[in-house]
Every structure is written in C-alpha cells, then in structure tokens.
C-alpha cells in the first residue's frame, strides 16, 4: 500500500519543538477527562487540512456540541479545490449519547460543487423504529436494528469503543435510498505520526472491504481524548487524499480549555 510522505522530514527537523508540544498535548489529554466522569462528550472544535499528492487542496472542520442533556450535534463542513473540481458539502448528525452509546436520530447532508447537488435528510425514528428519508414518501424499507448509525455518528462510536480498548467494530449504516452498508475496522496498531501541530502518538484503524482495490485507514490519538487527527484514502494502492489535523480547541468543559494549533509558539491556553 503506497503512503504519502509529507512532513516525513518534520520528525527530524522539529524533534525538539514537537518535545515541548507532545507535553502540550499530554497536558490537553488531562484536562479531557472532567467531562467524561459525568458520562459527558467532550465538546470541541477541530481543523484540518485536505492534501492530494502532497499539497494543500481544501479545508475541514468538525464540531461537536451539547444541545441538551443526553443530545448531541456533530457537524462536518469540507471544501475542496483541484484542478477544476470543487466539492462543498456540510454534514450534520443529532444523537443521544447515554451510557457509552451513540444513537442516531436525525443526518442532514447538503452538496454542492462540480456535477449534481444533493441535500437530504434521513431520521431514525426510535420509538416506531422506522427510517424515513426526504427523498422518499413513505418509511424506507429496510429491517430496523438498535444498531445503526448514520454517514458520521459511527465516527464518535468509534472513539468510545478505541477509550474502552476494543480492536473490531461494525456498524450498519442506512442510506438514503433504504440500502444497508456495513461498515467494518480494525485496530492495526499504534504509530507516531508528523502532523502539522507537531508529533503525535496515535492508534491507526483500518476499514474493511470486501476486497482490496479500496483502502481507508484513520489514526486516533488518545492523548487528545482519542481524536481522529489523520485519514487517508486510497484506491488500488494509489492515495485519493489525506486529511490531517492542524488544530483542535475543547469548547467545553469552559474551565480549563485547552487548545493546539499549528504555531511556532503552540501552547495549551488555560485562563
């Protein structure tokens, strides 16, 4: 499987300065915890840059905030430039999270860019178990289980189940249409990664397909609350594109947050 090599030349040229991030981070890492003992998400907000072959071709963001008890809002907004391609899209999950348990109930997508816009919503409907679709009149046809996710809350299952020390996950993803996609990881190992908020221990994960033309890894970094700070995707061994982290803020709990960005002064900002 090839692997893109950017920033490779950073572990060495920024050993002594990511030294003084990573204990930035670990600092972070401690401070996350306080709104887990309540059984809480930490809220935060996290930048990333989206490379194709080495170079800068967009930005993401994802948000997770608190609505109201139990209630979640998980928000994903990319935009990407290359060539004469453009994407935007913003996605958006509402789920309750209670006893380490994400639970889906309404995934709004909306896109726009070269070749056909899409903008849908899907609502798991938990008391009737049912799916309903704005694209469809009626309930989708599909055989309900306490199980599914929608296209980005699996993510933040995920990370719950990388804190608890599990290896394998599976989720049943719904689609607009009604379709069911499992989706399937493993846990690979962990890694040191370069990042552009310096050098960061990671657990890498591997998505699973049912063959190997597709691949798909993700790195989680459990000194910043088991985040994901790294993706890459690619097609027979050939990269489609990376996104890699290049700041995180924790929004809540207020006091103290804590924040990593991609400076030469980088620190964790507590009042």
């Excluded at 499987?1 to 401690?30: D, E, P, V, W, Y």
């Excluded at 080495?54 to 905030?65: D, M, P, Q, S, T």
């Amino acid at each position: 499987m090839q692997f893109l090599t950017k920033n490779n030349f950073l572990h060495t040229a920024r050993t002594t300065h990511n030294k003084k991030i990573s204990a930035l981070l670990l600092c972070a890492g401690a401070l996350l915890p306080t709104s887990l003992i309540a059984g809480e998400l930490t809220q935060y907000q996290a930048s990333y840059d989206i490379l194709r072959k080495g170079k800068n071709h967009g930005e993401a963001v994802r948000e997770l905030k608190k609505l109201s008890d139990n209630n979640y809002e998980l928000t994903y907004h990319s935009n990407i430039e290359w060539m004469i391609f453009s994407d935007s899209r913003e996605e958006t999950s509402k789920f309750t999270y209670k006893d380490g348990k994400v639970t889906p109930h309404h995934y709004n997508m909306v896109r726009t860019g070269t070749g056909p816009d899409k903008d849908y919503k899907i609502d798991f409907d938990t008391q009737n178990k049912v799916v309903t679709s704005s694209t469809s009149e009626y309930p989708l046809k599909c055989e309900w289980t306490d199980e599914f996710q929608d296209a980005i809350s699996y993510q933040v299952q995920v990370r719950e189940g990388l804190k608890k020390g599990e290896t394998n996950f599976s989720f049943p993803l719904i689609d607009k249409k009604g379709n069911r996609r499992d989706y399937n990881f493993e846990v690979t190992g962990t890694e040191m990664i370069s990042l552009p908020i310096g050098n960061v221990e990671s657990i890498k994960v591997k998505r699973l397909y049912d063959n190997d033309k597709r691949q798909a890894l993700a790195w989680f970094a459990p000194e910043m609350d088991y985040m994901l700070v790294r993706m890459w995707k690619g097609e027979k061994g050939m990269e489609q594109f990376e996104v890699q982290m290049n700041s995180f803020t924790v929004t809540q709990p207020v006091t103290p947050p804590a924040t990593v960005t991609d400076k030469s002064d980088a620190s964790v900002e507590a009042p």
